[in-house]
């Protein structure tokens, strides 16, 4: 099911967050948003899972208006994995999975044979399996990330928002999750900040800066070092990796001081 955002706009207490953006993401393909802080990625997401209300411009999935669709059927279509996702609830990690079939249910009537065994691999796909009957709370930052990756894919949706999922995850987990990303047959829009594992994941990169979209194409088209320099304010090389041939970025660390820029 493909994804498109069409000139939307978000303005809050008279700041332009976001400025008549329009990215298309096509069935099935995963798509990033990299851009420095402040820029607009977050805000964006948000009016995909509909925790904002855009100014002007529209979302569409599958062809249909999401404003349009009962919040129920919205659910059903997209699910996200946000940055503020936590709970001070102290449910297992079992029960905090099985909440992603809530947009299929009816009332408070109980997992279905398929439901479980479809939580059960979502668990095991994101390496829970061993902590199912822990509370969430007592789990690391890392894990916690897991299980709200394993509760949005329990969701059953066409299309998967994730706003900086690697966030907590070490490198094994990282590398799991994107791979899972690029293997789960689903639309994806993810915000990195990594901009290597962009590049290692992403069908198509799009870059935001001051709310705008100043680039979006495949990673070797979009990673440039002009770009680099002029959105991030930094210093790279591109380099292509020796099995991948995806772009890899090696930065060049310059010493600053607390009074000014670089030396």
């Known amino acids: ?76 279509r997209v699910a996200a994995l946000t940055q503020q996702g936590g709970s001070d609830l102290d449910f297992t990690v079992a029960e905090v999975v099985a909440l992603g079939r809530a947009p299929h249910q009816r009332g408070n009537e109980p997992l279905t044979a398929r439901e479980r065994r479809l939580c059960e691999d979502a668990m095991r796909r994101l390496d829970l399996l061993h902590l199912a009957g822990r509370g969430v709370l ?22 998967l928002v994730l706003d900086e999922p690697t966030n907590h995850l070490d490198v094994r987990h990282q590398l799991e999750l994107l791979g899972l990303l690029r293997g789960a ?43 680099v320099r002029d959105v991030f304010g930094v210093a ?10 995806a772009p890899q970025l090696l930065y060049t660390v310059t010493a600053t001081t607390p009074e000014g820029p670089p030396t």
């Open 185 to 227: 047959g689903l639309t994806v829009l993810v915000v990195l900040h990594d901009l290597n594992l962009a590049a290692a994941v992403c069908d198509r990169i799009g870059v935001l800066d001051g709310g705008r979209l100043v680039a979006v194409g495949a990673p070797a088209d979009v990673l440039s070092e002009a770009l």
């Open 236 to 245: 790279a090389t591109v380099v292509a990796h020796p099995l991948t041939g």
């Open 1 to 76: 099911m493909d994804l498109r955002l069409d000139g939307l706009t978000v303005t809050i207490d008279g700041a332009e967050l976001v400025r008549d953006l329009s990215l298309d993401v096509a069935d099935g393909a995963v798509v990033g948003l990299i851009g420095p802080n402040g820029s607009g990625k977050s805000t964006t997401l948000r009016c995909v899972y509909r925790a904002l209300r855009p100014s002007g411009g529209t979302v569409h999935v599958g062809g249909d208006d999401l404003a349009t669709l009962s919040r129920r059927d919205g659910a059903r």
């Open 138 to 159: 007592s789990l690391s930052g890392g894990e916690r990330q897991r299980v709200l990756v394993a509760r949005a894919l329990v969701q059953e949706p066409r299309v």
